[in-house]
């Protein structure tokens, strides 16, 4: 599974646009990009997933630029409720019975 | 919508002790996973489980440790003799062939 990389924790007041960017240099061409999201003491939460180009969904979009060695969960218009801590996972999910190989993910803290 | 639930939300043991955390994955699902997290730590892949068998299991996953489905609708995951360190969140998670995985609310593991 290809490693990534992500921020440690970002802030954001309340309103705002919060862009996550996930490094995965070595993604393999049947790898797809999955966005969890957790909050304390629940279990993770999925998002979104892509592949190539962009990704919209009612809760976020996420986009992959052609090389696809990079990717940036967009979360329009924060709310308090948004924090969360946001893990970026890359792999093939046809593949090991979909293991997912969380990181440590991004703390978002979204203040008033 | 459809949920995976899990009791109890919170188990205490004492060392040596033997436990069995409940799951009830989604009615639908054919794949079912137990993941755990230990305070402050990323979360864990323990195994996955299908056809009503092990598909694959982590290094933690050792003899200690043990899945099983009962009946049509529970998954268990049972650790015969708890240590300490096994004090964690346990989450259950299910899921349909290549689609995202869907989590419990987890179970609170105190070994004491």
């Known amino acids: 599974l290809a490693k990534t990389t992500q921020p440690i924790s970002m802030d954001s007041y309340e309103g705002q646009e919060v862009n996550i960017t996930c490094s995965h240099n070595?993604?393999?061409?049947?790898?797809?990009i999955t966005w969890y999201q957790q909050f304390p003491s629940q279990g993770p939460r999925f998002i979104i997933q892509?592949?190539?180009t962009k990704v919209t969904n009612e809760v976020a979009s996420l986009f992959i630029p052609a090389d696809r060695k990079s990717s940036t969960l967009s979360l329009p218009r924060v709310s308090l409720s948004d924090t969360a801590v946001y893990y970026c996972l890359v792999g093939d999910i046809t593949d090991s019975w979909g293991k997912l190989q969380f990181g440590a993910g991004t703390q978002v803290v979204v203040t008033p | 919508e459809p949920e995976v639930t899990q009791t109890p939300s919170h188990q205490v043991t004492q060392m040596g002790q033997e436990v069995i955390l409940r799951c009830v994955p989604i009615s639908n699902h054919l794949y079912f996973y137990w993941y755990r997290q230990i305070l402050g730590q990323k979360v864990e892949f323990l195994v996955s489980f299908y056809n009503n068998e092990i598909s694959e299991k982590s290094e933690i996953f050792d003899d200690q440790f043990s899945v099983e489905r009962p009946d049509g609708s529970n998954f268990t995951l049972k650790i015969r003799s708890t240590k300490l360190e096994d004090s964690a969140m346990y989450f259950c998670a299910s899921s349909t062939p290549y689609n995202e995985q869907f989590f419990g609310p987890g179970t609170r593991l105190t070994v004491l």
């Open positions: 892509g592949y190539k």
């Open positions: 070595n993604i393999a061409t049947n790898d797809y």
